[in-house]
């Protein structure tokens, strides 16, 4: 059995997280939940004076926001759309009996004008594009939503639904570079407290198609994005716990975000994968939270 599936049933036996039979959605037992809500104050006590304004959106999001965002483009495997049957009664008749003969039901479901979240901070720029110019000091927004992707998979850490808490800086390139480097420099050190070993490393999004290699090597070239990375279940490979992305003035110029001076707006994200972060703290500290270091619950718990 191999370190993924091993974590896993460890996991599901301890009751952490709870089977579904579907690889990559879990439940979360209560416990699992008081790690993360614990690690999410830690977050607090480290961004909490910055003064960011927080939003929270549901994990779906306007379809047309999700379609002018390129997303598409770039990852068409990992997104999730919501459909819902739209016909008539002659229609039902047939999805019942499709259902009851084991054929596909689905055919007749349609689009909603929803789809599940990618990223948590996909649907902030549209949000405050429509307020207008961006005060004289920039945005600064603190987000957390369920995320969707398309990446059934056995490690624990490779969710298709899981939680992602960002910070988002707007302003000026100096402005929002700064807020990324503070927000690296905090993720190693909010680690370390965490007794958690760290890396970072620049970031290989799986792009898709011949075009993705395009874009990924323009990411890595240009040093768009950087990861914190934590051995999970390799050691070889660590998984990416935070990601430090800066779009330069990319979502600025697509969903006209400007400065206070009408000057297109440089954008930031940082993001806490949320349930990485629980299963690093598991792998490193034990099963049995009451078994953590207390210098870790002292952390965590106060
Ligand atoms: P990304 O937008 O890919 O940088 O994702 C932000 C953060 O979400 C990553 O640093 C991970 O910690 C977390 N994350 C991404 N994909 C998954 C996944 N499939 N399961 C769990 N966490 C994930
Ligand atoms: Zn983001």
Redesign the pocket.
């Known amino acids: 059995m191999d370190a993924q599936t091993s974590l896993l049933d460890r996991l599901f036996d301890a009751g952490l997280l709870i089977d579904t039979g579907v690889e ?1 959605l879990y439940g979360r037992s209560g416990q699992f939940e008081d790690v993360i809500a614990a690690f999410e104050r830690y977050i607090d006590t480290f961004g909490g004076a910055d003064g960011a304004e927080a939003i929270r959106f549901p994990p779906g999001m306007n379809r047309a926001y999700f379609e002018k965002s390129g997303y598409m483009k770039s990852f068409p495997q990992l997104a999730g759309t919501v459909h819902s049957f739209c016909g008539c009664e002659l229609d039902h008749v047939s999805l019942l009996k499709s259902m009851d003969d084991g054929t596909d039901w689905t055919g007749e479901q349609k689009a909603t004008n929803i789809v599940l979240t990618p ?1 948590a901070c996909y649907p902030l720029y549209p949000t405050i594009a429509k307020r207008g110019n961006l005060p004289a000091k920039g945005g600064l927004y603190d987000l957390q939503s369920y ?1 969707f ?1 398309h ?1 059934p998979s056995t490690d624990p ?4 639904l ?1 939680r ?1 808490r960002e910070y988002v800086c707007m302003g000026t390139e100096q402005h929002v570079t700064d807020f990324r480097q503070t927000w690296m420099d905090r993720g190693v050190k909010m680690m370390a407290g965490l007794d958690l070993p760290v890396e970072i490393d620049v ?1 290989n ?1 799986p792009f898709f198609g011949r075009a993705g290699k395009m874009l990924a090597n323009n990411q890595r070239d240009q040093n768009l ?1 950087f ?1 914190l990375l934590i051995p999970i279940t390799s050691v070889s490979k660590p998984t ?4 430090f ?1 800066y779009h330069q003035d990319a979502f600025g110029t697509k969903w006209g975000l400007n400065l206070e001076d009408g000057a297109v707006a440089h954008t930031a994200c940082v ?3 949320l ?2 972060i629980a299963l690093a703290l598991f792998h490193h500290h034990g099963l049995d939270v009451k078994q953590w270091p207390e210098k870790v619950r002292k952390a965590l718990w106060g």
Request: proline share 0%.
């Open positions: 990559g990223a995320c992707r990446e850490a490779r969710q298709q899981f992602m970031a999004d994005k990861e990416a716990c935070m990601s992305n993001g806490f994968g349930e990485r």
